[in-house]
């Protein structure tokens, strides 16, 4: 197969800032001699969700005379390169681009350090990694206790939606009731080691994760059903609305209308 290039895209609203609030997800595709993987929820689905949310609320974050509440906080989306393994999934055969992306801020030094703030991975807040989404009736656990406050605060905004009729209710698939995207019940609520994904670097190195990725798995992970024809709509509406919300109360963004959620 020869050498491979990987490039990772960071894009940050506004660098001058000490701390970020980190959305991320992996834009590569599997290579699979079989056919032609198209990854669908693995992982198109999340990064378009990340390009939604920077459309929707990128004029809230760049007009100085709005009233911030964190003026120290911004929003960075990372997209992943190099996720997928080539042959298995080993420590070395799989997640290039955050293995790297990861050492090298582990090794670089904020412009103005401080006794929090020494080098990039400091500037983390937390790091949000979506994965595997768009199948309707997937759930996410509570993987990690660390950020359980985060779990718990896209919990109860769910309900909070759902109760003033802002969430749809039908899958555009299955013509089924939704159910809710949490499991706070799960097998692996606090085992979020048993999942492998781009944020096990970052988590080694001590930064806050929350990972958004369903358990068990969609039924069409790593094969050719990974298509759009799996994709619901109203899930992803639903997560769209879900995570720009979630964004907005957690930079604590002011005011924000309804309909711009």
């Known amino acids: ?15 001058d800032k000490p701390s970020r609030l980190v959305m991320a997800a992996h834009y590569d595709s599997k290579y699979v001699p079989d056919f032609e993987f198209i990854g669908a929820t693995d992982s198109a689905i999340p990064c378009g969700l990340l390009m939604n949310i920077a459309e929707s609320i990128n004029y809230m974050l760049a007009d100085k005379s709005m ?11 990372i997209f992943f ?14 997640i290039y681009g955050a293995r790297h992306l ?23 807040e937390v790091l949000v990694l979506l994965d595997l989404l768009g199948t309707p009736n997937v759930q996410f656990p509570n993987f990690y206790r660390p950020t359980s ?33 949490f499991n706070p019940n799960s097998v692996l609520t606090y085992r979020g080691e048993s999942i492998g994904d781009d944020h096990v ?38 997560l769209a609305l879900l995570l720009r919300a979630f964004i907005a109360e957690y930079l604590e963004l002011d005011p924000l209308p309804h309909n711009d959620l």
């Open 1 to 15: 197969m020869g050498n491979k290039s990987f490039a990772n895209i960071i894009v940050t609203q506004n660098p």
């Open 67 to 77: 009233n911030y509440r964190q003026p120290q906080k911004t929003l960075q989306f």
């Open 81 to 94: 390169d190099g996720e997928e393994a080539f042959e298995s999934w080993t420590a070395t055969d799989s």
């Open 102 to 124: 990861a050492h090298t801020w582990e090794t670089a030094m904020v412009p103005h350090p401080t006794k929090t703030l020494k080098n990039r991975l400091d500037q983390i």
């Open 149 to 181: 406050w985060l779990f718990d605060r896209l919990m109860n905004l769910e309900s909070r939606l759902s109760n003033q009729s802002l969430l749809r209710t039908i899958s555009t698939t299955t013509n089924q009731p939704l159910m809710s995207f």
């Open 201 to 238: 670097p970052f988590l080694s190195r001590g930064v806050n994760v929350l990972h958004l990725i369903p358990f068990p798995f969609p039924p069409v992970w790593h094969n050719i059903a990974d298509n759009a024809d799996c994709i619901d709509q109203a899930v992803v509406e639903n």
